[in-house]
Structure formats: structure tokens, C-alpha cells
């Protein structure tokens, strides 16, 4: 599988931006969909993931990103989306989109996928 994370750039606080993280192949053969971001001297973290089943407890976000960002999927285009509002300087990093069989985590660790970083730049 390959997945193309587009969409980065540089905005200024309190803008927004939209992350697109397009699978090759059949996107519901991978249960979990997540978005992770890696500013430079951090480890890398689980900013939202969404799982293919519409159930209670399908969409994770990591707690500062509450209320500013919104995941979802578009399954005939095979495409994830991260949109991400309010921007602030610490949401600058490289975000990554992954997939994972399994199901949904926001734990990076456990996703076998991965496309390659979009970086997103929130600076005046």
C-alpha cells in the first residue's frame, strides 16, 4: 500500500489548512486511518485517527487538538482528510498519515504503513 500526504504549508496563526492522505488500492482493507506529527526534538504523536467503522469511540484526538481539528474519510476516493483550524506555532511539524489492519490507535507504533511527511509551518 502507498499513502500520499499532501496539503502542508505555511500559515499563519490562527489559520487553516487541510491535510489530505490519499491510499492507493481499497482504503477499507485497512481498519484505522491515523494522522501523527513529529516537530523537530520530539518523539512523534497520534494527532487523530479514524477507524472505518462508524461506531462510538471511532475517531480519536489527541487532547489539544480538541475542538480545532477534524478527521474524516471519503471512502470512494480513498482519501483521508485532517482539517485543521485555530492553527498555532505548536502545531508546527511534520505530519504524517499511516494505516493499520488493526484497529484504531493513536498510538504510532502500531500502524505498518506509512506515506511520506507533509510539513506544516504556523509562524507569523
Known amino acids: 500500500v502507498q499513502l500520499q500526504a499532501s496539503g502542508g504549508g505555511l500559515v499563519q496563526p490562527g489559520g487553516s489548512l487541510r491535510l489530505s492522505c490519499a491510499v492507493s488500492g481499497n482504503i477499507l482493507d485497512y481498519n484505522a486511518i491515523g494522522w501523527f506529527r513529529q516537530a523537530p526534538g520530539k518523539e512523534r504523536e497520534g494527532v487523530s485517527c479514524?477507524?472505518?467503522?462508524?461506531?462510538?469511540?471511532?475517531?480519536y484526538y489527541l487532547d489539544s487538538v480538541k475542538g480545532r481539528f477534524t478527521i474524516s474519510r471519503d471512502n470512494g476516493k480513498n482519501t483521508v482528510y485532517l482539517q485543521m483550524n485555530s492553527l498555532k506555532p505548536e502545531d508546527t511539524a511534520v505530519y504524517y498519515c499511516?494505516?493499520?489492519?488493526?484497529?484504531?490507535?493513536?498510538?504510532?507504533?502500531?500502524?505498518?504503513?506509512w506515506g511520506q511527511g507533509t510539513l506544516v509551518t504556523v509562524s507569523s
Open positions: 499511516a494505516a493499520r489492519r488493526g484497529p484504531s490507535s493513536g498510538s504510532y507504533y502500531v500502524y505498518d504503513y
Open positions: 479514524i477507524s472505518n467503522r462508524d461506531v462510538a469511540g471511532s475517531i
